[in-house]
Every structure is written in structure tokens, then in C-alpha cells.
């Protein structure tokens, strides 16, 4: 590997910063689509001159950019994304029925195995795939078409399918989360889903262990082992070792076990990254404090990593899809914050520098280990 | 020839610095110009109109000769003055943001 490229979305813009393999010294590229929020950016597994970007604004609603050359220049694609089929009415927030609505593209997965493959999980909560490089955009329908879909609800955020995870070693296996239905997992190629949320428990539901309604923020899973996930859930960082089919709390010495991001180190299947925040009242670190908590024993012994990291009067935010991991060795992790700081350690955690420090508010943070 | 002002974003997306001029065969309105826009500049389709439903979006406005021609028909016909290419159509985006 001779680099990485970090690609970072956010409020006003989307950003690469590039470095060599030591990952000290960063060439700063943007802002690209200026002014436009940008909840996503990702490359290619295959291909990683070919990224995927989800701007979007009020005023004109979604775009998808698509560039060719890592990031220089940018194409718009397909921007359409239209329900299939009847469209169908899940809860509001006053409990009554409500349409399905398009809003925005959270986040994107490129295929791993076709630069022009990529799926959207999108607000009101579906999954779309593009075969054409993002030109044009079809409904998987199985997945809105659920029998409990009537009665998802959507969180503070929005109805939000907000993470997607293919099993590299079984293309047919996808997970999706979306707040506040739960996860879900299909084995055919989303042609069919089910929820998969038995040993989840929410306070804040009627039913705390209901087949769906739990708040899930995050779902993380190392290659080598799929059928080992880890949650960041509202409340409660959770772990399944079979596939989603029953879930386990692994808080254990957590600070607070409220947060939204959790990744994987690209090495150890059971290092996991988490950044605990407050409350769901207090989205800031715990005491001013920004700490990383990692755990090697997939979940429940959780040491603070701090070296490098503001540790009083910080009161920003990680957001769910703000975290990522590089394939280096050792491997690179990196966050950004609702503050407009995007952190890099290359040692794994152990110690941290921020790359850049006056970004808009983070959305995103993707990375690609340049060949 | 009409004159059109689009938001900055829009310019931006297509290349352009300042106004549009377009063409439209027939009575000009509201309608007729952004399907004129779209079909010259197939990147704004959804951004000034939704997909589908072909509804302004609800962030954006119309302006002409110092009126808002929003809630008017999508089909009334565009003023005189905007049809001699005297006055601008303005697409405008609301005042939002902090």
C-alpha cells in the first residue's frame, strides 16, 4: 500500500485528505459540492478511483456524485429513487399511519465485486441498488414490504436505513439497520429480509424486546468473521456471534453505554472501537472528555484511549457513520466530530492527531488503503 | 427567448455563471420553462421539481416582474415581459440556515 485516502462528508461539503503510508503529514482537497450536506462518501473495494457521494439540500432535494479519478473531478448519476409499488404507510410520530416518504441517501455500499454495484439505504427507511455505476437506482422492495413495516416508527433523525453490511465471502447475506425499526438481514440478495433483533432491549418502546422498534445506530463486522456483528445500539453496545440470530450487551465498563459509532480493527476480528456520549439528552462525551474506548476481547473489558485527544471542555459529537478503519498495518482508525475535527491514529488507537481541526460538523468518515 | 435566474447550487451544477436563455415552443408558464430547463440540463431533473409527481419543490419559489407566481397554476401563462425576455423568471430558494 503506498497511501490512504480518507473521504469525509459533512454539513457544507464533502473532503478527501490523502497521506502516504506513515499517515503523518495530510494533503487537504476540498470542499467538494460546497454548501451541500453530504451524509456519505465511499469508494469501490475494487476500484479505488471510483467514489460514491450522497449530497443533498433542502432546496433540491438529493444528488449523486460519482467520481473516476479518486476524487478530482465528479459526476452527477441518477438522483431518482422512487418506490416501488404501493407505497405504503408506516407510524408517525403521534402513532397515526403515514406515508412513505423520500427524504435523502444516508449511506452508500459499493459492491465488492463490481465498481459499478452499489446499494442506498435511504430515508423514509429502503434499500435501492444501482448495476450502472449509480445512473439509475431500482427498489429492493422486500425489505419495505415487510409485514412489520407498518409499524416502524421513525427516531429523532428521521426513518433512516442508515447502515448496510454485505458478507464479503457471501454476497447473497446483507444487514441493515434502520433507527428506530431495529436490524434486519436478508440471505437472498435483499430479495427478502428479516428482523433480527432477539436479545435487544429498549426502555423506551412499549415492548422493550419487541421484534422490531429498537433504536440500532450501528452495525460493525469484521471480513473474516460475518457472523460476528457488533452494535451500537441507543442505549447498549451489543454483539451477536450467529449472524444477528440472538444478541448479547458487551457494555460491560463502558463510561456510559449510549453512542452511535462502533467499528472493527482491520486486523483483529475482536478489537472494537466505541465512543461513548452522555445521554440520549447529552449528545457530548462524558465530563468534557473525548475517549475512544477500545475493547480486544470483543466487548465488555473497554480501555479509555486519550492520548491525543481533548481531554476537557470538549462537548462535540460522533455521528453514526463517522468512524473507519484502514487496512495498514498497523491499522489506521479515524473519526470526525460534529465539531469539524477528523482524528487519525495509525497505531491502532493508541495515541491520535487531528488531520484537520475547522471542518463544517463531520457526517461521514470513509477510508481507502491506496494500492 | 426566456431569461431564467436559477440558485447558485443549480448554476453550479450546470457551468454557468449567470442567467439561462431558453426557448419554449408554445405558451410559456411555469411548467413549460422547467421542462424546457430539464430537458436542456437533464442533471436538474428532481432538483427544481420533484420526481414523479413533477410538484415545485417546496423550498424553492417562483418570481417574476416583482410577483410570486408559486401558488399560481403551474399552467397560467408567464407575463409579457418575461416572454419578450424583458424580465427575468426567477427560481428562487428560500431564505433558510443560520
Request: glycine fraction near 10%; include cysteine; proline fraction near 7%.
Amino acid at each position: 500500500m503506498t497511501g490512504v485516502r480518507v473521504l469525509v462528508g459533512t454539513r457544507k461539503g464533502a473532503f478527501t485528505l490523502t497521506s502516504d503510508g506513515k499517515r503523518q503529514h495530510w494533503n487537504v482537497s476540498g470542499p467538494h459540492f460546497p454548501g451541500w450536506l453530504v451524509y456519505h462518501v465511499k469508494g469501490s473495494p475494487v476500484d479505488p478511483n471510483r467514489i460514491y457521494a450522497a449530497p443533498s439540500t433542502d432546496w433540491h432535494g438529493q444528488m449523486i456524485q460519482r467520481s473516476d479519478d479518486g476524487g478530482v473531478t465528479w459526476t452527477p448519476v441518477g438522483n431518482e429513487f422512487a418506490y416501488t409499488g404501493e407505497t405504503g404507510k408506516h407510524l408517525w410520530y403521534d402513532g397515526t399511519p403515514h406515508p412513505w416518504e423520500f427524504k435523502r441517501v444516508w449511506h452508500l455500499e459499493p459492491s465488492h465485486s463490481d465498481p459499478d454495484g452499489v446499494l442506498a439505504g435511504v430515508e423514509d427507511a429502503a434499500i435501492f441498488q444501482s448495476a450502472d455505476g449509480g445512473g439509475s437506482w431500482r427498489e429492493l422492495t422486500g425489505l419495505r414490504g415487510h409485514t412489520t413495516a407498518s409499524a416502524w416508527a421513525p427516531g429523532a433523525g428521521g426513518m433512516c436505513l442508515h447502515t448496510i453490511l454485505v458478507d464479503k465471502s457471501n454476497a447473497n447475506r446483507i444487514f441493515v439497520a434502520i433507527s428506530a425499526a431495529g436490524a434486519f438481514r436478508s440471505d437472498d440478495a435483499g430479495q427478502s429480509w428479516r428482523p433480527i433483533n432477539r436479545g435487544l432491549r429498549s426502555e423506551y418502546i412499549p415492548d422493550p424486546d419487541a421484534p422490531v422498534g429498537h433504536c440500532v445506530h450501528r452495525i460493525a463486522m469484521h471480513p473474516r468473521s460475518p457472523n460476528v456483528l457488533y452494535m451500537q445500539k441507543h442505549w447498549d453496545v451489543m454483539r451477536t456471534d450467529d449472524a444477528g440470530e440472538n444478541w448479547r450487551e458487551v457494555s460491560g465498563n463502558l463510561p456510559t453505554d449510549f453512542g452511535f459509532v462502533v467499528d472493527v480493527h482491520a486486523h483483529e476480528p475482536e478489537t472494537v472501537y466505541v465512543v461513548p456520549i452522555k445521554s440520549d439528552m447529552e449528545h457530548y462525551p462524558p465530563d468534557g472528555k473525548l475517549r475512544v474506548y477500545r475493547s480486544r476481547t470483543g466487548g465488555n473489558e473497554w480501555e479509555a484511549l486519550t492520548n491525543g485527544l481533548p481531554q476537557q471542555d470538549c462537548y462535540v459529537n460522533v455521528l453514526r457513520d463517522a468512524m473507519a478503519v484502514d487496512s495498514l498495518d498497523p491499522c489506521g482508525v479515524y473519526f470526525g466530530t460534529t465539531g469539524g475535527q477528523v482524528y487519525s491514529s495509525a497505531n491502532g488507537g493508541d495515541s491520535w492527531t487531528p488531520i484537520v481541526r475547522d471542518l463544517p460538523a463531520v457526517l461521514s468518515v470513509e477510508v481507502q488503503a491506496l494500492p | 427567448m426566456i431569461r431564467v435566474a436559477l440558485p447558485g447550487h443549480l448554476r453550479r451544477l450546470i457551468g454557468v455563471d449567470n442567467e439561462i436563455e431558453i426557448d419554449i415552443d408554445g405558451t410559456a408558464t411555469p411548467q413549460s420553462v422547467v421542462d424546457a430547463i430539464e430537458a436542456r440540463y437533464p442533471v436538474l431533473r428532481g432538483t427544481i421539481r420533484e420526481h414523479g409527481t413533477q410538484k415545485r419543490r417546496a423550498y424553492l419559489r417562483y418570481y417574476a416582474c416583482e410577483k410570486d407566481l408559486s401558488h399560481d397554476s403551474p399552467d397560467a401563462p408567464l407575463p409579457e415581459a418575461v416572454t419578450s425576455g424583458k424580465e427575468p423568471f426567477l427560481v428562487i430558494g428560500a431564505i433558510s440556515g443560520g
